[in-house]
């Protein structure tokens, strides 16, 4: 049995990869809702394993979390985590293990389960600065594109997978996931390309050696020099998991063509302020073996161009040495913000941007990885079919043990503080991610078996879309309508008057009246101001939000005491589809936007202004100290600019910031400070400034920190040095603990087809498809599609069709005469494959059968 949970786990990535390739998508949309959620984040290795048990949920009145607390601590090997799993010493191992011999050992421990999850990959980051070192004088040949796309045909993605991955991944070539619909839609242009880019160790070698020359580099008994040293290549290799295998293998093959490779091994906790927030001039490394995931069920993975190829990605200095082609940049950003008007159009600029990704190559696509998460089997909590248990915000109101209330529970990750926690643009680890998660809340949150939006915080959208574009509805929460015209009001703030610290209105911007693709207008509860709290005791209110869009703005103008130049991309290709904001009324909250973004989910277009930044939640009299301290050069929010400054990167949990922020504290409760008081005094009063740094003064005087958020867990205290991090259960959450509890497991449908296995030629053969979960008929409303493939003897495609639904349950696939006329006496095989509306993971079974005259 224990055996067979391993087979089902490799089976059903197989099935994925199957439909992948051969199926059509429902309307995509984005990975997470924008602007709440990053795309993606650095870190995890995961993907599919057998399904938990149906939960035992408390009947009780509790609110928040329904623990009392949570110990994070650091736990590299996965090996030991197993092993502490089995004793009790640890509940949860929140890394998605994709080493067939832990796996193995997983599915072996009685005393474990898994969550299974598809969103992990594993990619090749280049350093593009060059194509000398200014600090070393030494020569960089990926600098050079065509070096860096020479690196596809380098690689033998095969050998990757099967063999240093043991076979638990598929080669990627492309920055989709492969069990995804934006795969499946481009699925012609992409097998095209990963013919083209295949393994071919000799055309790498012609293209980077033409390509060494032409930078004056000489080969020299075979290897590599360049006035007269030898062409050195750092490869920064993760150590943690495969990816020290992977590392391995590209050095010998660069080796193999007359470089001279230095391994440089790393645990993340090491590497990470060499690559992501070091400055690439200084060449400490050229390739670093990097790892993400996909936090949540992707529905649009076009802004994944943005993301990983042009400076608006991120504000570390790595993606700020980005240098896309005005083509491809451009490309991307209409991808990212969605500057398209028909599904056409959409695709044709999904398959330019594929093939300038690969003449790019700032990054080489090794494999999807199929991974599983194991926790001990007590412990019920919801996961994503993607990001697992890592990457969904609902792990901390969802995590229990079964049938209790309270207690504690302890997690243990591969690394853990890696990076300093801030909300503006602190670290993105996914090890970092979590925890920041469970601190603070969204608007919206993902469903972790869709990816559709559900909301959160707010209570409802209506959703205005220009006539003729194709967009759809799935939850009642939103009401979609469609309208001729939209046009921006007047008086809808477009912009920010840094030097004023005003917004600037659409009559002041504009000459005429401007239209847009897309209204949105959110509705928030009519008591928000009355149930949400900070983690310190203060109320929620308007200036947060107010807040939040000042520094949308802010940071990327130069007139700004906080500029900060890694921002200004990733602002610019914001305001190419933002058009303007308006906020109707403050108490209750309604606001509406206006944009030329259009996702083809009605639910994932929704601009909520939740003051849920980039890298997490943040107040405004929090964040007012940030900006005090970076406004005297003291720290900075950004990576990029701490080390243009040489200033301290800002931490908001501890280390030498905390003391900057205390002081700065102590001028703000002195002067009685009101950030950006031109606009903000407007929602501030004097009292509630007072109250508000004084609320903040008694947190800090307690826990020592300056995080708070308004989600079902505190931060009571982080240890760097110890590697562990302390989550109190916030007592004044306003939400049921139950709130979440549909989400304890997915409804993947569980199929079994019924009928003749001896089917006469040229007659009619029916086939009953049987759909069940957890033992019940699955609702015919519930099932998108029910699709089947016809192979014949030769194992050729035949025919695809759609099954007729029966009933509840019950689906039949029909093969007419002419179609079984066609087929030649022999073992034929028909594959049916479920698409559910409940989970975004289809299933699949197949049935043999002979045709005979």
């Excluded at 010998?252 to 001039?281: C, H, M, V």
Aim: glycine letters at 6%; charged letters at 20%; one cysteine or more.
């Amino acid at each position: 049995m224990q055996q067979k949970r391993l087979t089902i786990l490799i089976a059903l990535l197989v099935g994925l990869l199957v439909f992948a390739g051969c199926a059509q998508p429902a309307a995509p949309a984005v990975e997470a809702p924008a602007p709440e959620a990053p795309a993606a984040q650095p870190e995890a290795t995961a993907a599919p394993a057998e399904e938990p048990a149906e939960p035992t949920t408390p009947t009780t009145d509790r609110n928040g979390a329904w623990l009392d607390t949570v110990i994070i601590v650091e736990e590299p090997s996965a090996d030991a985590a197993v092993t502490r799993l089995q004793t009790g010493d640890i509940d949860i191992y929140a890394f998605q293990v994709s080493n067939r011999e832990v796996a193995a050992r997983v599915a072996e421990a009685s005393e474990l389960k898994t969550y299974s999850s598809s969103g992990s990959y594993n990619e090749l980051s280049f350093n593009p600065v060059g194509p000398v070192f200014e600090s070393t004088g030494k020569l960089n040949p990926f600098a050079v594109p065509a070096v860096r796309e020479a690196m596809n045909w380098l690689i033998d993605r095969q050998y990757v997978a099967q063999e240093l991955m043991g076979g638990l991944a598929i080669p990627r070539y492309v920055p989709f996931n492969t069990a995804s619909g934006d795969y499946a839609l481009m699925a012609d242009v992409i097998r095209a390309l990963e013919a083209q880019y295949a393994y071919n160790p000799e055309r790498a070698n012609e293209v980077i050696s033409a390509e060494m020359e032409a930078l004056g580099a000489t080969l020299v008994n075979g290897v590599w020099q360049y006035e007269g040293e030898p062409v050195e290549i750092s490869v920064l290799i993760r150590t943690e998991d495969e990816r020290r295998l992977v590392g391995d293998y590209v050095a010998t093959q660069l080796e193999s063509i007359g470089f001279t490779a230095i391994r440089d091994y790393k645990t993340a906790a090491e590497a990470s302020p060499i690559w992501i927030n070091g400055n690439p001039g200084d060449g400490l490394f050229h390739i670093y073996t990097g790892g993400w995931i996909s936090t949540a069920v992707p529905r649009d993975l076009g802004n994944n161009f943005a993301f990983f190829y042009t400076p608006s990605g991120l504000g570390s200095p790595l993606w700020q040495a980005y240098t896309p082609t005005e083509e491809f940049n451009s490309v991307a950003e209409q991808l990212d913000n969605q500057l398209y008007t028909t599904l056409e159009e959409r695709r044709d600029l999904m398959a330019q941007a594929l093939e300038l990704a690969f003449e790019d190559s700032v990054r080489v696509w090794l494999v999807d990885r199929l991974s599983v998460t194991p926790v001990r089997n007590e412990v019920d909590v919801a996961a994503d079919l993607y990001g697992s248990i890592a990457g969904t915000p609902l792990w901390a109101t969802t995590m229990q043990r079964e049938g209790e209330v309270g207690g504690e529970m302890r997690i243990a990750m591969p690394s853990i503080l890696t990076n300093p926690w801030n909300p503006i643009a602190g670290t993105n680890w996914i090890y970092d991610q979590m925890p920041i998660r469970g601190t603070g809340e969204f608007a919206t949150v993902p469903d972790p078996y869709t990816g559709l939006a559900l909301p959160n915080r707010i209570e409802r959208m209506e959703l205005v879309v220009e006539e003729g574009r194709p967009v759809g509805v799935t939850h009642d929460w939103v009401d979609l309508q469609f309208e001729a015209s939209i046009e921006v009001p007047g008086d809808a703030w477009v912009d920010w008057d840094a030097e004023n610290q005003v917004f600037i209105t659409a009559d002041e911007a504009y000459d005429e009246p401007v239209t847009v693709a897309r209204k949105s207008v959110v509705y928030y509860p009519a008591d928000l101001y009355d149930t949400v709290t900070w983690h310190d005791g203060s109320a929620f209110s308007a200036a947060d939000i107010v807040m939040a869009m000042i520094l949308t703005f802010d940071r990327a103008k130069e007139a700004s005491g906080i500029y900060d130049a890694s921002a200004v991309a990733g602002f610019d290709s914001f305001m190419a589809a933002f058009r303007g904001v308006k906020i109707l009324s403050t108490d209750p909250l309604v606001i509406e936007t206006y944009s030329d973004s259009l996702l083809l989910d009605a639910e994932q277009n929704v601009n909520a202004w939740w003051p849920y930044y980039a890298q997490g939640q943040g107040s405004w009299h929090a964040l007012a100290l940030g900006i005090l301290t970076e406004t005297a050069g003291e720290a900075t929010f950004s990576t990029a600019k701490s080390d243009e400054l040489q200033v301290e990167y800002m931490s908001m949990i501890a280390g030498p910031v905390i003391e900057m922020l205390a002081n700065q504290l102590d001028i703000a409760e002195d002067e009685g400070f009101i950030p950006y008081a031109p606009t903000l005094s407007n929602y501030i009063s004097a009292d509630e400034a007072a109250e508000r740094y004084a609320n903040l003064r008694a947190w800090y005087d307690q826990y020592g920190h300056f995080w708070i958020g308004t989600g079902v867990f505190y931060l009571e205290r982080a240890f760097p040095v110890e590697k562990t991090i302390v989550l109190q259960r916030y007592a004044d959450h306003p939400d049921a603990s139950d709130k979440w509890a549909r989400f304890s497991a997915p409804a993947i449908a569980e199929i079994e087809i019924d009928g003749s296995t001896r089917v006469t030629i040229g007659e009619e053969a029916t086939f009953d498809v049987f759909v069940d979960f957890a033992g019940e008929p699955y609702s015919m409303d519930d099932i998108s599609e029910v699709k089947y493939l016809l192979f014949d003897a030769t194992g050729a495609l035949a025919e695809v069709g759609t099954a007729e639904a029966i009933e509840d349950g019950l689906w039949q696939v029909t093969l007419s005469p002419e179609t079984t006329g066609a087929l030649e006496a022999g073992s034929n095989r028909i594959e049916v494959v479920v698409v559910s509306r409940l989970v975004a993971l289809p299933s699949f079974t197949d049935l043999q059968f002979v045709t005979a005259p």
